[in-house]
């Protein structure tokens, strides 16, 4: 999945550079005001071009002021920030190590460098430049937030953590940042400071789906299907072609007891995958709920063509025991049975919940 980085908000990553004043004091005369306007210096041109979107043009500026000023570490700094802009990122690393020869510890730099290599999977150079980056600015936010994914990403849960509550400390109005620790928290059982964080979120987002996809989320785990349900709804609504959304939407709809509402989306999932072996596993199992079990469309037939695109997917096993049970094949049911939990013992439990409508029958 992708990571969302924060590092290099353009304009305001050029804005933190040192730039003249433009607007002249009030004198109350204004004849000959065009004559007394500072000219604007390269960095601030350079913002003005990418705020508008400009950043060729605004590579050009920073260029053209380098040629005549190569030892100025924020044109060097800016320069990078033109070149991520154009997705050239091991080019403005470049640009941002020579920010760092003529400046050493300028944090800003060290943050680009961080965000460029998470984006690029390189997470020890990311984690070892974005630790630099908060030793020499402690309260630097961005730096703590990039800092959590990549420890994230490297598998260390608790530093994760750890960073991004530092990231909360400082900025406690991040969306981002609750959004990043409420899926955390989770991982670690810790589902009182997952609402928690999900609340922020929804107060904070105004509507983002994201904030309603971490809701979902924490109220699975809640034990809320039918809240996790009306949230995730909201993020189908909001990204209609979001599969993920719309497949956890039909989980959390048929775990509320409201199968027959995730029929169609789960219709409309297997009509954009058709070889998707999950998706028709969830359907297969919402038809055996259903009592639609035999036929060329019943849940049956669904779950064997799930199993045929992937034989080793366990859910489907074990709704294919569930199904043929609910039809009375116990026989089969019970070698399905057998068959399961020898390969995934762990399934025992709810494999043989599954058999419970051939339980105690001779067939």
């Given amino acids: 999945m992708a990571l969302p980085l924060r590092a290099l908000l353009v304009v305001a990553a050029l804005a933190a550079c040192k730039t003249e004043p433009t607007t002249p004091p009030d004198t109350g005369d204004e004849e000959g005001l065009d004559e007394t306007l500072p000219e604007r210096g390269p960095i601030e041109e350079a913002a003005t071009l990418m705020a508008r979107g400009q950043a060729e043009a605004a590579l050009a500026v920073i260029d053209g002021a380098l040629a005549e000023h190569p030892e100025d570490h924020e044109l060097h700094y800016a320069r990078g920030v033109a070149l991520q802009a154009l ?47 908060i030793e020499a600015k402690p309260d630097f936010p ?49 589902v009182a400071k997952a609402r928690a964080e999900a609340d922020a979120a929804l107060e904070l987002g105004g ?6 996809r971490v809701d979902a989320r924490v109220r699975v785990a809640e034990g809320d299907a039918a809240g996790a349900a009306e949230a995730y709804a909201k993020v189908v609504a909001a990204q209609p072609e979001d599969a993920e959304a719309r497949l956890a939407l039909a989980r959390a709809l048929a775990r509320s007891g409201d199968v027959e509402a995730a029929i169609p989306h789960l219709e409309k999932l297997a009509a954009d995958r058709p070889d998707e072996p999950v998706i028709l596993s969830e359907w297969g199992g919402a038809l055996v709920k259903l009592k639609k079990i035999d036929g060329p469309d019943g849940g049956l037939a669904k779950i ?46 709810v494999a043989e919940e599954a058999f419970a409508p051939c339980a105690g029958k001779r067939r």
């Fill in 87 to 133: 997705g050239r990122g091991p080019e403005a690393v470049e640009a941002w190590r020579a920010t760092l020869e003529r400046k050493p510890g300028f944090f800003p730099a060290l943050n680009g460098i961080g965000a460029v290599e998470l984006d690029a999977g390189n997470f020890d150079a990311a984690i070892d430049a974005l630790k630099q980056a």
């Fill in 142 to 190: 961005d730096a703590r937030y990039n800092l959590g994914l990549a420890l994230r990403s490297k598998g260390d849960v608790d530093g994760a953590i750890a960073a991004l509550e530092g990231a909360r400390e400082l900025a406690p109005g991040d969306l981002d940042v609750h959004l990043m620790l409420a899926p955390l928290y989770l991982e670690k059982g810790s």
């Fill in 207 to 212: 509507g983002d789906p994201e904030a309603y």
């Fill in 304 to 349: 064997e063509r799930a199993l045929e695109l992937k034989p080793t997917l366990t859910s489907a096993k074990v709704r294919r025991i569930a199904a043929l049970a609910e039809s009375g094949d116990c026989k089969r049911a019970k070698l399905a049975l057998k068959e399961v939990v020898a390969e995934v013992p762990a399934t025992k439990a």
